[in-house]
């Protein structure tokens, strides 16, 4: 069954360091696609970056990276240049790319919660 | 560009009642995505619609609960005879197909039953 872990609950980091978010992921589905999307206490899921199993290289959005080890089973997501807006919890999402069926649900982790101190 | 749109933000209802939520997804996207996240927790899979048909419903979806999207527009959520244990977020996500099929959200519905 697929399965995502995310085993920090919490992380701290100092305003514009940067901190690595951990997520491992179980699958036996060879086409997947991870996300990483933040939510504030506002409660709205936003949606930070993207990964594709087939992918090559490690995608990147602004301050936002991900490392991906395919081997390891790892996608974790690194945020440069903390800012004091960072401070949210940041959830990591499966969702199997197979065309076969309708599965489009994400499978979802528990989440971390980083706050950025200034 | 309009986002997801969910209303109401905020409900708060006895044991027993009825309440109905509603998403207005992105205009171009015909996917539609219910998920339900309770405190401490990540969002879990309720259902999901391509234009008005519902391909997948998880087992979380007990009797209770029943989804719509009539037009392949906006869809509905509906809750009834409430428990307590309905209490949580109810988020709304659309996607259009190709690609990543990213899902982005809606800021969501949150549900207090007393």
């Known amino acids: 069954a697929q399965k995502i872990t995310q085993t920090q609950p919490g992380m701290f980091v100092q305003e514009k360091e940067a901190v690595t978010l951990d997520c491992t992921y179980d699958t036996s589905d060879q086409s997947y696609g991870l996300f990483w999307y933040k939510q504030p206490s506002s409660g709205e899921m936003i949606f930070l970056i993207y990964?594709?199993?087939?992918d090559e290289q490690n995608a990147t959005e602004g301050r936002y990276s991900l490392n991906f080890q395919k081997a390891r089973k790892s996608a974790n997501l690194v945020i440069s240049a903390s800012q004091l807006g960072d401070s949210a919890m940041y959830f990591c999402a499966m969702r199997e790319q197979s065309d076969a069926g309708n599965n489009r649900k994400l499978i979802w982790g528990l989440g971390t919660s980083l706050a950025v101190n200034p | 560009d309009t986002g997801v749109s969910q209303d109401p933000r905020h409900k708060i209802t006895k044991r027993g009642q009825n309440v109905t939520f509603r998403c207005d997804p992105i205009s171009e996207h015909n996917r539609l995505y219910w998920y339900r996240q309770t405190l401490g927790q990540g969002p879990e899979f309720l259902t999901y619609f391509q234009n008005e048909a519902q391909l997948e419903k998880s087992r979380l979806l007990s009797d209770r609960f029943s989804a719509e999207r009539p037009k392949g527009s906006f869809s509905t959520l509906e809750i009834q005879r409430t428990e307590q244990g309905d209490s949580a977020m109810y988020l709304c996500?659309?996607?259009?197909?190709?690609?990543?099929?990213?899902?982005?959200f809606g800021p969501g519905t949150r549900l207090l039953v007393l």
């Open positions: 990964q594709g199993s087939y």
């Open positions: 996500a659309s996607s259009s197909p190709g690609g990543p099929e990213t899902q982005y």
